[in-house]
Structure formats: C-alpha cells, structure tokens
C-alpha cells in the first residue's frame, strides 16, 4: 500500500510505503540536529510551535489499483488542494512532468552560470602543459587534446615534424608538398610581381 498522508496541525503533505516507519523519521529528522533535514521548514515549524507529529491518512493507494503508477501525481494533487506548497510547509512539489524538470533544470543552470560567470571563464583560461606532448593547451580542453592524432603520435615516438621551407618567390615558410599550390595563389604572385 502507498499511503498519502498530512502532519496534523500543520499544512504538510507527503507519502510513504510505510506508515509507522515514516512517523519515526519524520520525528527523528525533527529532533535529531544530526539528520540531514533537520533544519527543514517543516520541522523548523514544528519545533518553533511544539507540536506533536501525528499522521493523518488521506488516501491509500493499493498496489494492484490502476492509480498505482501515478501515486505522487496523487501526492501532487493533494499538495495543490490543500495549497501546502505556498501556504504550507511543503518545499517541492511530489510530482514534476519531465517538461518543467527540463525548464527548471535550464533555469537553475543559467542562474548558476549568471553568478559564477567569471570565475567559470577563469577556470576555462587555465592554460597547463599536456602530460603526453607538453604542449601548452587550455585544461577544459585537455581531454579532447589528448585523443588528437598529433598528441598520440608524439606520445609513441612515432611523430614525424612537417619540414616547411621557404617559397623562392615570397620567402613564406610553407610545407614542402604545398609549394606547388601555394606558388599559384595570389598572395604569392602579388609578393613574386613586387620583388621583380
């Protein structure tokens, strides 16, 4: 069974597969200052007005009933009924469609991104030597870096430097098989007529 329950004298709605043992952990994320809830707005509540954590069952759902599978869109309705989420003591919602998770999810990153932008682009311009080359590069893009065929060449001992030579018409330093194409380019005939 799930059952769908309120803390009387309190708006807060919430679920659970096992009645008594989530009585026990609501009173022990209450009064336990080493629980990890402990300074949630719900037990902050109780604690401030000394109320006693009793569980009002609203709903029971059984596991063979059709509901079943949306259980906490039944949470969820609850939690609007009863307004508990504005006006009561529920944090979150029990039940988000994967539409607004993707929303939410977007929103919180730029949230983020808008606070820490400079320090993001301070960690992006780190610039440290690669272990395989000991080529300078940028550490986010180390990864990408160390899979170049370059890198693992150089890596193997197997890496060849590309002999570049200057052209005899426009002293540009270039690869010693694109002399030929490079010779019929623009810039080089420019330089090649200003010379002679």
């Not at 659970?16 to 707005?41: G, V």
């Not at 906490?72 to 029990?94: C, H, P, T, V």
């Not at 899979?147 to 193997?156: P, V």
């Amino acid at each position: 069974m799930f059952y769908i329950y309120r803390i009387k004298n309190c708006n807060y709605i919430g679920s659970t597969f096992d009645i008594k043992e989530r009585l026990i952990l609501h009173k022990s994320d209450c009064y336990n200052i080493n629980r990890h809830h402990y300074n949630r707005k719900v037990y902050k509540y109780i604690r401030k007005y000394n109320i006693k954590i009793e569980l009002e069952i609203i709903r029971i759902i059984y596991f063979d009933d059709e509901i079943y599978n949306n259980k906490f869109k039944w949470e969820q309705y609850f939690i609007d009924k009863y307004d508990s989420k504005k006006n009561g003591l529920n944090e979150r919602n029990a039940y988000t469609s994967n539409r607004q998770r993707i929303k939410n999810n977007k929103k919180r990153c730029k949230n983020f991104w808008d606070k820490n932008r400079d320090e993001l682009n301070a960690k992006r311009r780190v610039k440290i030597p690669c272990p395989l080359c000991n080529k300078i590069i940028s550490k986010s893009s180390i990864t990408e870096h160390q899979k170049s065929k370059k890198c693992q060449m150089i890596a193997n001992n197997t890496y060849k430097p590309v002999l570049k030579i200057a052209c005899f018409k426009c002293n540009t330093l270039i690869n010693k098989r694109n002399i030929p194409r490079h010779q019929k380019t623009k810039k080089c005939l420019m330089i090649a007529n200003k010379i002679n």
